[in-house]
């Protein structure tokens, strides 16, 4: 499940929103992110929408990017990959019910991964499979290797990758911390802050650029990257792969 | 060389207790889960209902379950996975963990009380708390040294972990899988929904019925061993049923609603039969995603009549939802293991709390009792949040299957 040669980044877009820690890495972004509407108290869902926006571009250039046979929408399929995906809503909600207060239901709405793939999908008029998983080992690799199997399955000809981790918070780094017995490093650990980065990828048919094997995921990266983005080190190099490829 | 994917073991939990005879003697026989929530008080809320697991009914094997208490997801699924793989008759120690799972709640909660209370989080299960640590849990605690995934996507996480162990069967990438999902009631997930008007205030879910209000939580978990039919046969393993085809769509309509002809469900569904090379005419029992909300029950009868065109008055169709409550990310794995058992038995469930058909949900309804029928082929369907749809066709074991038939499985009753 973990083997990924024959992927082909059609787009790739990397998102390591403001403040310190994000100067001089990929996706550093000089603004906050902008709001979905809908969406509130967390930076999960819009950190998941602007990189599928910036994968996808605008949804007019989506759609054209299909044909009459083969319908962009329909030929494209997500699947997203977080460790802990939106604690921010989901301890959020938790909290109150501990307290006593009334519910939000936007709060239960979003606390479900999928709303916010909802969101892209009905912008987009993706109409193909959309799965979201979480994992403890290897989650990069193994996410890839999902898209590889989506693709290789021939339901869909695009598939978006999305990585994604916010910066813990205290729920999450003591699971963290307890599971690798002490602050981890290397391909299962977290990010120190907000990070997504998205891949539109296809099946590698040869003499299209990029392919991501095991020779460019593994690169040596600059330092930094492993404490920026964590077990998503190797999207992100799949990411600038890509870029660097770009004309 | 694409390969057959076959059902060898399964294991599986609801508010009926453990195992097939909890379901044959629950769901089958007519009987409703639903009983006022033992595990937190109900009063803040407009719901009072769930199908929670007290203890009544087959025990879970290891696991300790009375009024007021939850059982652990990885302990409910330990027990499933250990019945499944005994079932199956093998090690599987090379199978990818694949797992529905959004996290155990009641461990998240127990963190933050201990926090309150200037504990120091001791408990292991909070670890639990993260999903994707649920299968690492399984598979470390079986010895099976494939990979693991959570799969975290809401109502169709199971169903979702079904095909994507079928994908990689089909395509070669593994020859044995263990899946599944579990989802448990907790006051977290209860007030959510709660506050999303969601749940009913009446102690049964009426699906497809005209005065329908909503759904209700239950305790659900399954796991179910899969595994490449070649490598089956040749080991001499008992084929239970297959799974032949598998579907996934997107609705690409709204955050939450469904699409209002089910446009992603019938995708979903025209794809899983299209894989299992099958015309919907041969489909004979459908189980509906059916969760007893007003949007989501017509959406799904308005797929269903795009699949089945004139002959979806001729497709036996029900919601086990009205017996056992929604299951959420366990839903797929506990109906897939339901409609097994539907084919298995020749005996399809019914749909119970339909007191007057809704007209825009005219199917071929089996309401409150079930129903003996022959059925080689069955479509299982669930829904979720974000317009995301999923599908299952199973096939009966077919005579030529052989196998020793395994003293291990429970009883008919």
């Known amino acids: 499940m973990t083997t990924t040669a024959s992927l082909a980044p059609a787009a790739a877009a990397v998102l390591t929103p403001w403040g310190e820690a994000a100067e001089g890495l990929p996706g550093a972004a000089g603004v906050n992110l902008p709001k979905v509407r809908g969406f509130v108290g967390s930076r999960f869902s819009p950190l998941v929408h602007a990189v599928a926006a910036s994968c996808l571009g605008a949804p007019d250039a989506f759609a054209a990017t299909g044909s009459p046979d083969a319908p962009a929408g329909e030929r494209t399929g997500i699947v997203l990959a977080t460790q802990f995906g939106d604690t921010t809503t989901t301890d959020t909600s938790t909290q109150r019910v501990m307290d006593g207060q009334v519910h939000n239901p936007l709060l239960f709405f979003q606390s479900v991964t999928t709303s916010v793939l909802g969101h892209v999908a009905k912008v987009y008029g993706i109409t193909g499979p959309v799965s979201c998983v979480s994992g403890t080992t290897a989650l990069a690799s193994e996410a890839l290797a999902m898209a590889e199997a989506v693709l290789g399955s021939g339901d869909v000809d695009r598939l978006l990758l999305v990585g994604v981790e916010c910066a813990p918070n205290e729920r999450a780094d003591w699971v963290h911390t307890t599971l690798s017995s002490g602050p981890a490093s290397g391909p299962d650990a977290l990010p120190a802050g907000d990070v997504a980065v998205g891949l539109l990828l296809r099946r590698a048919t040869g003499g299209e650029g990029p392919v991501l094997g095991r020779p460019v995921l593994g690169r040596p990266v600059p330092g930094a990257w492993a404490e920026a983005f964590g077990w998503l080190v190797p999207l992100v190099v799949a990411a600038e792969t890509h870029a660097g490829a770009a004309p | ?413």
């Open chain 2, 1 to 413: 060389m694409a390969h057959e994917v076959a059902i060898t073991g399964y294991g599986v939990f609801t508010g009926f207790g453990f195992g097939a005879r909890a379901l044959r003697e629950g769901v089958f026989a007519g009987r409703s889960a639903f009983r006022p929530v033992t595990r937190f008080d109900t009063a803040p809320f407009h719901a009072t209902y769930a199908a929670e697991y007290t203890g009544e009914g087959p025990g879970i094997p290891g696991v300790s379950v009375g009024p007021g208490s939850t059982p652990g997801q990885s302990e409910v699924l330990l027990a499933c996975a250990r019945a499944a793989l005994e079932m199956a008759g093998t090690d599987a120690v090379d199978a990818p963990v694949l797992i529905g799972t959004n996290g155990d709640h009641s461990t998240g909660r127990r963190f933050w009380e201990d926090r309150r209370a200037g504990r120091a989080p001791g408990a292991v299960r909070s670890l639990d708390s993260l999903a994707g640590r649920i299968p690492q849990r399984i598979a470390e605690d079986l010895g099976l040294r494939g990979p693991r995934l959570a799969f975290v996507n809401a109502c169709v996480a199971a169903t979702n972990a079904i095909a994507h162990a079928a994908r990689l069967i089909h395509s070669g990438a593994a020859t044995t899988v263990v899946c599944g999902g579990a989802s448990m009631v907790t006051e977290d997930v209860f007030a959510r929904f709660d506050s999303g008007k969601a749940l009913t205030q009446e102690a049964a879910v009426r699906p497809f019925s005209a005065d329908r209000s909503g759904l209700l939580q239950g305790d659900g978990a399954a796991v179910l061993v899969l595994e490449s039919a070649a490598l089956a046969a040749a080991r001499g393993a008992r084929i239970l049923g297959r799974v032949a085809g598998w579907g996934m769509a997107s609705d690409a309509h709204h955050v939450v609603q469904p699409h209002p002809q089910g446009a992603g469900l019938a995708a979903a569904a025209r794809i899983a039969l299209r894989r299992a090379g099958l015309a919907p005419e041969r489909i004979g029992y459908v189980n509906a995603h059916g969760t007893g909300t007003p949007l989501g029950d017509v959406a799904e009868t308005s797929a269903l009549r795009t699949v089945f065109g004139e002959h979806v008055s001729r497709v036996p169709v029900s919601s086990t939802k009205g017996s056992t409550g929604h299951m959420l990310e366990a839903t797929g794995g506990v109906e897939a293991v339901i409609t097994l058992l539907a084919l298995q038995d020749g005996l399809l469930p019914p749909t119970l709390g339909m007191r007057e058909p809704d007209p825009a949900c005219a199917l071929d309804h089996i309401p409150d009792t079930a129903r003996p029928a022959s059925v080689t082929y069955a479509l299982s369907l669930n829904a979720a949040f974000g317009g995301v749809n999923a599908a299952l066709v199973l096939e009966r074991a077919r005579p030529t299957d052989g196998g020793e038939p395994n003293d291990r499985e429970e009883p008919t009753v």
